[in-house]
Protein backbone atom coordinates (compact mmCIF):
# COMPACT_ATOMS: atom_id res chain seq x y z
CA UNK A 1 0.00 0.00 0.00
CA UNK A 2 1.46 3.45 -0.86
CA UNK A 3 1.98 6.31 1.50
CA UNK A 4 -0.40 8.35 -0.34
CA UNK A 5 -3.27 5.78 0.24
CA UNK A 6 -2.81 5.04 3.69
CA UNK A 7 -3.03 8.87 4.21
CA UNK A 8 -6.06 9.49 2.56
CA UNK A 9 -7.68 6.07 4.15
CA UNK A 10 -6.60 7.93 7.45
CA UNK A 11 -8.43 11.22 6.99
CA UNK A 12 -11.52 9.27 5.73
CA UNK A 13 -11.82 7.58 8.47
CA UNK A 14 -11.45 9.92 10.83
CA UNK A 15 -13.64 12.21 9.19
CA UNK A 16 -16.54 9.53 9.55
CA UNK A 17 -16.60 9.90 13.40
CA UNK A 18 -16.03 14.15 13.09
CA UNK A 19 -17.31 14.49 16.49
CA UNK A 20 -14.96 12.28 18.47
CA UNK A 21 -12.02 13.23 16.41
CA UNK A 22 -12.99 16.76 17.03
CA UNK A 23 -13.36 16.27 20.64
CA UNK A 24 -9.93 14.65 20.53
CA UNK A 25 -8.29 17.12 18.62
CA UNK A 26 -9.22 19.88 21.30
CA UNK A 27 -7.78 17.74 23.91
CA UNK A 28 -4.53 18.31 21.76
CA UNK A 29 -5.44 21.82 21.31
CA UNK A 30 -5.35 22.57 24.90
CA UNK A 31 -2.24 20.75 25.87
CA UNK A 32 -0.19 21.91 23.19
CA UNK A 33 -1.62 25.71 23.74
CA UNK A 34 -0.99 25.36 27.52
CA UNK A 35 2.67 23.77 27.04
CA UNK A 36 3.85 26.26 24.71
CA UNK A 37 2.56 29.21 26.87
CA UNK A 38 4.13 27.92 30.15
CA UNK A 39 7.32 27.48 28.00
CA UNK A 40 6.54 31.12 26.64
CA UNK A 41 6.90 32.59 30.25
CA UNK A 42 10.14 31.20 31.13
CA UNK A 43 11.56 32.68 27.76
CA UNK A 44 9.84 35.78 28.44
CA UNK A 45 11.42 36.49 32.04
CA UNK A 46 14.86 35.73 30.32
CA UNK A 47 14.39 38.06 27.61
CA UNK A 48 13.01 40.79 29.72
CA UNK A 49 15.46 40.68 32.46
CA UNK A 50 18.58 40.31 29.43
CA UNK A 51 16.59 43.62 28.01
CA UNK A 52 16.26 45.09 31.72
CA UNK A 53 20.39 44.48 32.46
CA UNK A 54 21.59 46.01 29.06
CA UNK A 55 19.80 49.31 29.94
CA UNK A 56 22.05 49.31 33.13
CA UNK A 57 25.30 49.03 30.08
CA UNK A 58 27.11 46.36 28.24
CA UNK A 59 26.80 42.46 28.66
CA UNK A 60 30.15 41.94 27.62
CA UNK A 61 32.09 45.12 29.89
CA UNK A 62 33.46 44.11 33.39
CA UNK A 63 34.40 46.61 35.74
CA UNK A 64 37.57 46.26 37.58
CA UNK A 65 38.53 47.52 41.12
CA UNK A 66 41.25 46.96 43.35
CA UNK A 67 40.62 45.17 46.43
CA UNK A 68 42.87 46.68 48.57
CA UNK A 69 40.71 49.61 47.92
CA UNK A 70 38.33 48.33 50.56
CA UNK A 71 40.47 45.98 52.30
CA UNK A 72 42.33 47.41 55.16
CA UNK A 73 46.06 47.85 54.93
CA UNK A 74 48.86 48.28 56.34
CA UNK A 75 51.05 49.66 53.76
CA UNK A 76 52.52 53.32 54.00
CA UNK A 77 51.83 53.19 50.15
CA UNK A 78 49.58 55.88 49.12
CA UNK A 79 49.08 54.32 45.38
CA UNK A 80 47.74 51.14 47.15
CA UNK A 81 44.18 50.43 46.17
CA UNK A 82 44.58 52.24 43.00
CA UNK A 83 44.83 51.13 39.64
CA UNK A 84 47.66 52.09 37.46
CA UNK A 85 48.65 52.03 33.19
CA UNK A 86 50.97 48.98 33.88
CA UNK A 87 47.21 46.74 35.58
CA UNK A 88 45.91 47.92 31.98
CA UNK A 89 48.44 46.55 29.96
CA UNK A 90 48.12 43.58 31.88
CA UNK A 91 44.59 42.93 31.13
CA UNK A 92 45.06 44.19 28.08
CA UNK A 93 47.08 40.63 26.79
CA UNK A 94 44.06 38.51 28.12
CA UNK A 95 42.41 36.51 25.29
CA UNK A 96 39.26 37.75 24.41
CA UNK A 97 39.91 40.92 25.92
CA UNK A 98 39.18 43.45 22.45
CA UNK A 99 40.02 47.11 25.20
CA UNK A 100 40.55 48.04 28.10
CA UNK A 101 39.91 51.44 29.44
CA UNK A 102 40.58 53.64 32.67
CA UNK A 103 37.86 54.75 34.59
CA UNK A 104 38.42 58.58 35.98
CA UNK A 105 36.15 59.81 38.05
CA UNK A 106 35.93 63.73 38.86
CA UNK A 107 33.26 65.97 40.61
CA UNK A 108 32.94 69.52 39.40
CA UNK A 109 30.52 72.39 39.84
CA UNK A 110 28.57 73.57 36.85
CA UNK A 111 27.48 77.47 36.85
CA UNK A 112 25.18 79.14 34.29
CA UNK A 113 23.32 82.00 35.45
CA UNK A 114 21.39 81.79 38.07
CA UNK A 115 21.99 77.73 38.60
CA UNK A 116 24.39 75.67 39.96
CA UNK A 117 25.14 72.12 40.15
CA UNK A 118 27.36 69.48 40.73
CA UNK A 119 28.42 67.57 37.45
CA UNK A 120 29.54 63.56 38.63
CA UNK A 121 32.39 63.41 35.41
CA UNK A 122 33.18 59.92 34.10
CA UNK A 123 36.96 59.82 31.85
CA UNK A 124 36.83 56.97 29.48
CA UNK A 125 37.94 55.80 26.08
CA UNK A 126 36.51 56.52 22.99
CA UNK A 127 35.64 52.87 22.03
CA UNK A 128 34.08 52.61 26.03
CA UNK A 129 32.08 55.68 25.39
CA UNK A 130 30.43 53.98 22.68
CA UNK A 131 30.00 50.54 23.93
CA UNK A 132 27.56 51.91 26.91
CA UNK A 133 24.76 51.52 24.45
CA UNK A 134 23.72 55.63 25.35
CA UNK A 135 21.17 56.28 22.89
CA UNK A 136 21.80 60.21 21.85
CA UNK A 137 18.55 62.86 21.75
CA UNK A 138 21.07 65.85 20.56
CA UNK A 139 24.03 65.67 19.18
CA UNK A 140 26.44 63.02 19.42
CA UNK A 141 29.13 61.22 21.46
CA UNK A 142 32.65 62.37 22.02
CA UNK A 143 34.56 61.52 19.31
CA UNK A 144 38.44 61.84 17.87
CA UNK A 145 37.65 64.74 15.72
CA UNK A 146 36.81 67.05 18.95
CA UNK A 147 40.16 68.97 19.66
CA UNK A 148 39.79 69.80 22.94
CA UNK A 149 37.49 68.24 25.85
CA UNK A 150 34.06 67.49 25.57
CA UNK A 151 31.19 66.53 27.66
CA UNK A 152 27.82 64.18 26.75
CA UNK A 153 25.53 64.71 29.41
CA UNK A 154 22.96 61.94 30.73
CA UNK A 155 19.41 62.94 30.32
CA UNK A 156 19.01 63.72 34.38
CA UNK A 157 22.09 65.96 34.86
CA UNK A 158 19.82 68.97 34.94
CA UNK A 159 18.19 67.29 37.97
CA UNK A 160 21.56 68.51 39.92
CA UNK A 161 21.19 71.86 39.69
CA UNK A 162 19.07 74.54 41.50
CA UNK A 163 18.17 77.86 42.33
CA UNK A 164 20.76 80.25 44.13
CA UNK A 165 19.02 82.59 45.18
CA UNK A 166 16.33 80.81 46.85
CA UNK A 167 17.80 77.07 46.89
CA UNK A 168 14.98 75.73 44.78
CA UNK A 169 15.93 72.07 43.35
CA UNK A 170 14.79 71.07 39.65
CA UNK A 171 12.86 68.20 41.38
CA UNK A 172 10.76 70.75 43.38
CA UNK A 173 9.82 72.65 40.68
CA UNK A 174 10.96 71.75 37.06
CA UNK A 175 9.21 74.53 35.53
CA UNK A 176 11.68 76.76 36.86
CA UNK A 177 14.41 75.56 34.93
CA UNK A 178 13.12 75.65 31.24
CA UNK A 179 15.74 77.73 30.41
CA UNK A 180 18.56 75.73 31.46
CA UNK A 181 19.99 74.16 28.32
CA UNK A 182 23.16 72.35 28.82
CA UNK A 183 23.62 71.96 25.19
CA UNK A 184 23.83 75.13 23.84
CA UNK A 185 23.62 77.30 26.85
CA UNK A 186 26.98 78.82 28.53
CA UNK A 187 27.84 76.17 31.15
CA UNK A 188 30.99 77.42 33.47
CA UNK A 189 32.87 74.16 35.21
CA UNK A 190 35.08 74.51 38.26
CA UNK A 191 37.18 71.71 38.45
CA UNK A 192 38.24 73.04 41.85
CA UNK A 193 35.41 72.92 44.09
CA UNK A 194 37.75 72.83 47.34
CA UNK A 195 39.09 76.18 46.17
CA UNK A 196 35.51 77.42 44.90
CA UNK A 197 33.98 77.06 48.39
CA UNK A 198 36.60 78.00 50.67
CA UNK A 199 36.96 81.31 48.87
CA UNK A 200 32.91 82.19 49.85
CA UNK A 201 34.11 82.11 53.75
CA UNK A 202 37.72 83.04 53.13
CA UNK A 203 38.54 86.09 51.21
CA UNK A 204 42.47 84.76 51.43
CA UNK A 205 41.91 82.42 49.52
CA UNK A 206 41.87 82.56 45.49
CA UNK A 207 38.52 82.23 43.59
CA UNK A 208 39.13 79.33 40.91
CA UNK A 209 39.29 79.66 37.12
CA UNK A 210 36.03 78.95 35.47
CA UNK A 211 36.13 77.04 32.06
CA UNK A 212 33.56 76.51 29.35
CA UNK A 213 33.18 72.76 28.36
CA UNK A 214 31.35 72.54 24.99
CA UNK A 215 28.71 70.06 24.85
CA UNK A 216 28.39 67.95 22.21
CA UNK A 217 25.56 65.85 22.72
CA UNK A 218 22.53 64.86 25.38
CA UNK A 219 21.20 61.29 26.05
CA UNK A 220 17.76 60.34 25.02
CA UNK A 221 15.41 60.69 28.25
CA UNK A 222 13.26 57.46 29.09
CA UNK A 223 11.54 57.77 31.88
CA UNK A 224 10.21 54.60 32.04
CA UNK A 225 14.15 53.15 32.84
CA UNK A 226 16.55 53.75 35.06
CA UNK A 227 20.12 53.67 33.57
CA UNK A 228 23.43 54.47 35.43
CA UNK A 229 24.71 56.72 33.21
CA UNK A 230 21.44 58.82 33.79
CA UNK A 231 22.81 61.35 36.07
CA UNK A 232 26.71 61.45 34.92
CA UNK A 233 28.59 63.34 32.37
CA UNK A 234 30.90 61.63 29.81
CA UNK A 235 34.19 62.44 27.91
CA UNK A 236 37.65 61.47 26.77
CA UNK A 237 39.78 60.45 29.73
CA UNK A 238 42.96 61.67 27.77
CA UNK A 239 41.04 65.11 27.07
CA UNK A 240 40.31 65.11 30.55
CA UNK A 241 43.68 64.17 31.95
CA UNK A 242 45.13 67.18 29.81
CA UNK A 243 42.22 69.56 31.51
CA UNK A 244 42.96 68.49 35.19
CA UNK A 245 46.63 69.03 34.81
CA UNK A 246 46.45 72.49 32.73
CA UNK A 247 43.85 73.62 35.28
CA UNK A 248 45.89 72.09 38.59
CA UNK A 249 49.25 72.18 37.37
CA UNK A 250 51.69 70.90 40.09
CA UNK A 251 49.14 71.03 42.85
CA UNK A 252 47.60 67.50 44.15
CA UNK A 253 44.11 66.82 41.67
CA UNK A 254 41.58 65.62 44.13
CA UNK A 255 40.92 62.03 43.75
CA UNK A 256 44.35 61.21 42.78
CA UNK A 257 47.09 60.07 45.61
CA UNK A 258 49.72 62.38 46.79
CA UNK A 259 53.14 61.44 47.86
CA UNK A 260 54.39 61.70 51.78
CA UNK A 261 55.27 65.34 51.10
CA UNK A 262 51.79 66.31 49.84
CA UNK A 263 53.23 66.70 46.20
CA UNK A 264 50.98 64.68 42.98
CA UNK A 265 52.01 61.17 41.07
CA UNK A 266 53.29 61.82 37.46
CA UNK A 267 51.49 59.12 36.61
CA UNK A 268 47.74 59.35 36.73
CA UNK A 269 45.79 56.97 38.91
CA UNK A 270 42.39 54.90 38.82
CA UNK A 271 39.46 54.27 40.70
CA UNK A 272 38.49 51.01 38.55
CA UNK A 273 38.74 49.81 34.87
CA UNK A 274 36.18 48.59 32.01
CA UNK A 275 37.25 45.82 30.63
CA UNK A 276 35.31 44.89 27.05
CA UNK A 277 35.46 40.96 25.67
CA UNK A 278 34.74 39.85 22.66
CA UNK A 279 31.42 37.87 23.43
CA UNK A 280 28.76 37.14 26.40
CA UNK A 281 30.12 33.86 26.33
CA UNK A 282 33.68 34.21 27.29
CA UNK A 283 32.39 37.10 29.95
CA UNK A 284 32.59 34.40 32.81
CA UNK A 285 35.96 33.27 31.62
CA UNK A 286 37.60 36.58 31.42
CA UNK A 287 35.96 37.39 34.96
CA UNK A 288 37.88 34.37 36.73
CA UNK A 289 41.07 35.27 34.90
CA UNK A 290 40.81 38.94 36.34
CA UNK A 291 39.89 37.56 39.98
CA UNK A 292 42.64 34.97 39.97
CA UNK A 293 45.14 38.58 39.66
CA UNK A 294 43.91 39.48 42.56
CA UNK A 295 41.56 42.24 41.44
CA UNK A 296 37.39 42.74 42.04
CA UNK A 297 35.70 42.07 38.70
CA UNK A 298 32.22 42.49 38.63
CA UNK A 299 29.79 42.27 35.41
CA UNK A 300 25.72 42.06 34.54
CA UNK A 301 26.32 38.81 33.46
CA UNK A 302 26.88 38.03 36.75
CA UNK A 303 23.37 38.33 37.52
CA UNK A 304 21.89 37.16 33.60
CA UNK A 305 23.86 33.93 34.61
CA UNK A 306 21.66 33.65 38.30
CA UNK A 307 18.80 34.70 36.72
CA UNK A 308 18.90 32.43 34.31
CA UNK A 309 18.78 29.55 36.73
CA UNK A 310 16.29 30.49 38.29
CA UNK A 311 14.00 31.07 35.17
CA UNK A 312 15.31 27.84 34.10
CA UNK A 313 13.60 26.02 37.23
CA UNK A 314 10.33 28.19 36.76
CA UNK A 315 10.70 27.33 32.98
CA UNK A 316 10.81 23.26 33.87
CA UNK A 317 8.10 23.57 36.40
CA UNK A 318 5.93 25.39 34.52
CA UNK A 319 6.86 23.05 31.13
CA UNK A 320 6.09 20.36 33.17
CA UNK A 321 2.18 21.78 34.34
CA UNK A 322 1.32 22.05 30.31
CA UNK A 323 3.05 19.12 29.74
CA UNK A 324 0.05 16.99 32.13
CA UNK A 325 -2.32 18.59 30.24
CA UNK A 326 -0.95 17.19 27.15
CA UNK A 327 -0.31 13.51 28.43
CA UNK A 328 -4.33 14.09 29.39
CA UNK A 329 -4.86 14.60 25.46
CA UNK A 330 -2.50 11.84 24.65
CA UNK A 331 -4.53 9.04 26.58
CA UNK A 332 -7.46 10.40 24.81
CA UNK A 333 -6.02 9.88 21.35
CA UNK A 334 -5.30 6.23 22.52
CA UNK A 335 -8.78 5.49 23.91
CA UNK A 336 -9.94 6.77 20.45
CA UNK A 337 -7.48 4.77 18.46
CA UNK A 338 -8.39 1.69 20.50
CA UNK A 339 -12.25 2.32 20.17
CA UNK A 340 -11.48 2.70 16.36
CA UNK A 341 -9.96 -1.09 16.07
CA UNK A 342 -12.88 -2.50 18.01
CA UNK A 343 -15.46 -0.52 15.39
CA UNK A 344 -12.86 -1.54 12.53
CA UNK A 345 -12.53 -4.94 13.52
CA UNK A 346 -14.00 -6.61 10.40
CA UNK A 347 -12.25 -4.12 8.02
CA UNK A 348 -9.24 -5.38 9.51
CA UNK A 349 -9.80 -8.56 9.12
CA UNK A 350 -10.63 -8.16 5.71
CA UNK A 351 -7.77 -6.33 4.52
CA UNK A 352 -5.50 -9.20 5.90
CA UNK A 353 -7.01 -11.76 4.16
CA UNK A 354 -6.97 -9.98 1.08
CA UNK A 355 -3.02 -9.88 1.76
CA UNK A 356 -2.21 -6.25 3.32
CA UNK A 357 0.94 -5.55 4.88
CA UNK A 358 1.04 -6.11 8.48
CA UNK A 359 3.20 -3.18 9.09
CA UNK A 360 0.85 -0.85 6.68
CA UNK A 361 -2.37 -1.86 8.82
CA UNK A 362 -0.10 -0.12 11.72
CA UNK A 363 1.35 2.25 9.76
CA UNK A 364 -2.43 3.39 8.76
CA UNK A 365 -3.31 3.23 12.47
CA UNK A 366 -0.50 5.45 13.79
CA UNK A 367 -1.09 8.35 10.50
CA UNK A 368 -4.62 8.42 12.21
CA UNK A 369 -3.14 9.26 15.47
CA UNK A 370 -0.13 11.70 14.12
CA UNK A 371 -3.11 13.19 12.38
CA UNK A 372 -5.04 14.21 15.08
CA UNK A 373 -1.63 15.23 16.80
CA UNK A 374 -0.90 17.43 14.07
CA UNK A 375 -3.92 19.19 13.79
CA UNK A 376 -4.11 19.92 17.38
CA UNK A 377 -0.52 20.85 17.39
CA UNK A 378 -0.87 23.18 14.63
CA UNK A 379 -4.13 25.32 16.34
CA UNK A 380 -2.50 24.83 19.73
CA UNK A 381 0.21 26.62 18.85
CA UNK A 382 -1.66 29.55 17.13
CA UNK A 383 -3.60 30.00 19.99
CA UNK A 384 -0.79 29.85 22.36
CA UNK A 385 0.05 33.40 20.24
CA UNK A 386 -3.12 35.17 21.33
CA UNK A 387 -2.82 33.61 24.78
CA UNK A 388 0.36 35.44 24.61
CA UNK A 389 -0.39 38.52 23.58
CA UNK A 390 -3.48 38.47 26.12
CA UNK A 391 -0.56 37.83 29.25
CA UNK A 392 1.37 40.54 27.95
CA UNK A 393 -0.86 42.98 27.38
CA UNK A 394 -1.83 42.99 31.25
CA UNK A 395 2.00 42.35 32.17
CA UNK A 396 2.44 45.55 30.12
CA UNK A 397 0.00 47.47 32.23
CA UNK A 398 1.17 46.33 35.97
CA UNK A 399 3.62 49.22 37.53
CA UNK A 400 5.31 46.39 39.28
CA UNK A 401 5.77 43.97 36.02
CA UNK A 402 6.07 40.28 36.05
CA UNK A 403 7.61 38.61 39.43
CA UNK A 404 9.65 42.17 39.65
CA UNK A 405 10.66 42.28 35.94
CA UNK A 406 8.93 45.14 33.53
CA UNK A 407 8.38 43.83 29.79
CA UNK A 408 7.20 41.13 27.97
CA UNK A 409 6.33 38.17 30.03
CA UNK A 410 5.17 35.46 27.44
CA UNK A 411 7.67 35.47 24.69
CA UNK A 412 6.96 32.67 21.68
CA UNK A 413 10.18 32.82 18.95
CA UNK A 414 9.51 30.31 15.79
CA UNK A 415 11.50 27.61 17.02
CA UNK A 416 8.80 27.00 20.20
CA UNK A 417 6.21 27.39 17.48
CA UNK A 418 7.25 24.31 15.34
CA UNK A 419 8.56 22.57 18.73
CA UNK A 420 4.69 22.93 19.67
CA UNK A 421 3.65 21.16 16.58
CA UNK A 422 6.25 18.70 16.57
CA UNK A 423 6.08 17.32 20.33
CA UNK A 424 2.42 17.37 19.67
CA UNK A 425 2.89 14.88 16.38
CA UNK A 426 5.22 12.84 18.76
CA UNK A 427 2.96 12.48 21.03
CA UNK A 428 0.23 11.44 18.73
CA UNK A 429 2.15 8.68 17.17
CA UNK A 430 3.30 7.19 20.93
CA UNK A 431 -0.07 7.46 22.22
CA UNK A 432 -1.18 5.68 18.71
CA UNK A 433 1.76 2.54 19.01
CA UNK A 434 -0.17 0.21 21.50
CA UNK A 435 -3.40 0.30 19.62
CA UNK A 436 -2.06 -0.29 16.12
CA UNK A 437 -0.34 -3.36 17.67
CA UNK A 438 -3.08 -4.61 18.80
CA UNK A 439 -4.50 -3.59 15.24
CA UNK A 440 -1.50 -5.77 13.32
CA UNK A 441 -1.66 -8.62 15.55
CA UNK A 442 -5.40 -9.41 15.06
CA UNK A 443 -6.51 -12.20 13.81
CA UNK A 444 -8.07 -12.34 10.21
CA UNK A 445 -10.26 -15.11 10.91
CA UNK A 446 -10.61 -14.60 14.59
CA UNK A 447 -11.78 -10.80 12.99
CA UNK A 448 -14.37 -11.84 10.49
CA UNK A 449 -15.96 -14.32 12.32
CA UNK A 450 -16.32 -11.39 15.32
CA UNK A 451 -18.53 -9.70 12.97
Known amino acids: MRFMDMLRMSASNLWKRKTRTLLTILGVVIGTASIVVMISIGLGLDKATMEQM ?5 MTTIDVYSNAR ?4 SSNDPTEGYLSDTTVESLRALDHVTYVSPVLNISAIGLMGKYQGWLNIYGMSLEALEAQGMEVEQGRLPSG ?34 DLDLMNGNLFI ?28 IERAN ?43 KEFYYDNLVVNVDST ?14 LQANSNMEWVE ?15 IGAVALIVAAISIANTMTMSIYERTKEIGVMKVLGCNMHNIQGMFLLEAAFIGFIGGVVGSALSYGASAF ?31 GFAVVVGTLAGFFPSLRAMRLSPLAAIRNE
Open 223 to 265: SEEYQRYNYQVYCDIDQLIAKLKQVFKNKPIPGQPKTKAGKPY
Open 54 to 58: ESYGS
Open 190 to 217: IFDSDAYYNSQWDSSVAKPKKYIVPAVG
Open 306 to 320: YAQKQYEMVQAVLGG
Open 70 to 73: WEAS
Open 391 to 421: LNYYAMKSESGFMGIQGEMSFIPPWLFFLGI
Open 281 to 294: EHVTEVQEQITAMG
Open 145 to 178: EDTELTFFYGNNVREQFYIKKNNTYYWEDPSQFE
